[in-house]
């Protein structure tokens, strides 16, 4: 089993990856239309550019299943630049009206609300440019990847998701697919999809793991959910007119839902992987950083 060291090490190398990968991608300030990039590069990059949990842990169980991180880091690239345009989006006046992202101004309290929407709209584009380029220049079903991602963005997913939360009686919350509690049924739609693309993607470009995708992405959506829930703990005192499950079914309830969904997810990780797996200490060291 790795070290808390080892695995912060390799973390942090993952995370420099990615950085770079995304470096390359987003178009630079100086390049016309130059505010425009600027606001792209201040939504990906501002206030450090976060923990790019996403697409670490997609490289993380890509190393665990054998595949080369420079076949698989178009997605985990992709998959961030969708991330990063949600929290564009999500800052809107009209969305959660968030004056902050990171620390730093959200892009359009530093931008304006019509370049904040092109900058999320051109990140979301620019996520299906690097896989298109990807699918010229390497093997692997491609197709696939693009059709997983765009599903787990859309309106079965975290465009859907994001649709109901903005329901303050929660009706259109209750109208999503299954029968448990009206904030997790957004929960999956809006957070936990991404989480199922990050751990599937790499089984479908491993040739002889491709098998595994399904269950990799209820895994990686059950982690998703519990990681939303942690947060709705830390939010349940905040605005009450937002869907929150913990304000809802009280912290302790709350709090068992999540840890529930942690070992429904690592029940399928340390079947196929192993309980010594760097994604295993991946998910283990995430729990506690949410406080579960």
Same mark, same amino acid.
């Given at each position: *089993?790795?070290?808390?060291?080892e695995?912060?090490?390799?973390?942090?190398?993952r995370?420099a990856?990615?950085?770079?990968?995304l470096?390359?991608?987003?178009?630079?300030?100086?390049?016309?239309?130059?505010?425009?990039h600027?606001? *792209?590069?201040?939504?990906?990059f501002?206030?450090?550019?976060?923990?790019?949990?996403?697409?670490?842990?997609?490289?993380?169980?890509?190393?665990?299943?054998?595949?080369?991180?420079?076949?698989?880091?178009?997605?985990?690239t992709?998959?961030e630049?969708?991330?990063?345009?949600?929290?564009?989006?999500?800052?809107?006046?009209? *969305?959660?009206?968030?004056?902050e992202?990171?620390?730093?101004?959200?892009v359009?309290?530093?931008?304006?609300?019509?370049?904040?929407?092109?900058a999320?709209?051109?990140?979301?584009?620019?996520? %299906?440019?690097?896989?298109g380029?990807?699918?010229?220049?390497?093997?692997?079903?491609?197709?696939?990847?693009?059709a997983?991602?765009?599903?787990a963005?859309?309106?079965?997913?975290?465009?859907?998701?994001?649709?109901?939360?903005l329901?303050?009686?929660?009706?259109a919350?209750?109208?999503?697919?299954?029968?448990?509690?009206?904030?997790?049924r957004?929960h999956?739609?809006?957070?936990a999809?991404?989480?199922?693309?990050?751990?599937?993607?790499?089984?479908?470009?491993a040739?002889?793991r491709?098998?595994?995708?399904?269950?990799?992405?209820e895994?990686?959506?059950? %982690?998703g959910l519990?990681f939303?829930?942690?947060?709705?703990?830390?939010?349940?005192?905040e605005?009450?007119?937002?869907?929150?499950?913990?304000?809802?079914?009280g912290?302790?309830?709350?709090?068992?839902?999540a840890?529930?969904?942690?070992?429904?997810?690592?029940?399928?990780v340390?079947?196929?992987?192993?309980?010594a797996?760097?994604?295993?200490?991946?998910?283990?060291?995430?729990?506690?950083? *949410?406080?579960?």
């Open positions: *089993m790795m070290s808390g060291r695995g912060r090490q390799a973390y942090e190398r995370l990856a990615v950085n770079a990968s470096e390359a991608a987003v178009p630079s300030g100086d390049a016309s239309p130059a505010v425009l600027e606001a *792209m590069r201040h939504a990906v501002g206030g450090g550019g976060g923990k790019r949990l996403r697409p670490v842990i997609l490289l993380t169980v890509a190393a665990d299943l054998g595949v080369d991180e420079a076949a698989v880091l178009p997605a985990a992709a998959l630049l969708i991330h990063n345009y949600s929290l564009v989006h999500d800052d809107l006046p009209c *969305m959660d009206d968030a004056p992202r990171r620390g730093v101004p959200s359009h309290r530093a931008y304006g609300c019509g370049n904040a929407v092109l999320g709209d051109a990140l979301l584009t620019l996520a %299906f440019e690097v896989l380029r990807a699918a010229e220049t390497g093997d692997g079903p491609w197709g696939v990847l693009v997983e991602l765009a599903r963005a859309g309106s079965a997913g975290m465009a859907g998701g994001q649709h109901a939360d329901d303050p009686d929660g009706g919350a209750l109208g999503l697919p299954g029968d448990d509690h009206a904030a997790l957004v999956r739609l809006k957070t999809k991404l989480f199922g693309f990050a751990f599937s993607a790499p089984c479908l470009l040739p002889d491709q098998a595994w995708a399904a269950e990799f992405r895994a990686g959506e059950e %982690f519990a939303q829930i942690a947060d709705d703990v830390r939010d349940a005192g605005d009450a007119s937002s869907l929150n499950y913990a304000r809802d079914v912290e302790l309830a709350a709090r068992r839902t840890e529930a969904a942690v070992a429904r997810c690592l029940a399928v340390d079947r196929r992987l192993g309980s797996s760097e994604t295993s200490a991946l998910v283990r060291e995430a729990v506690r950083d *949410m406080g579960l």
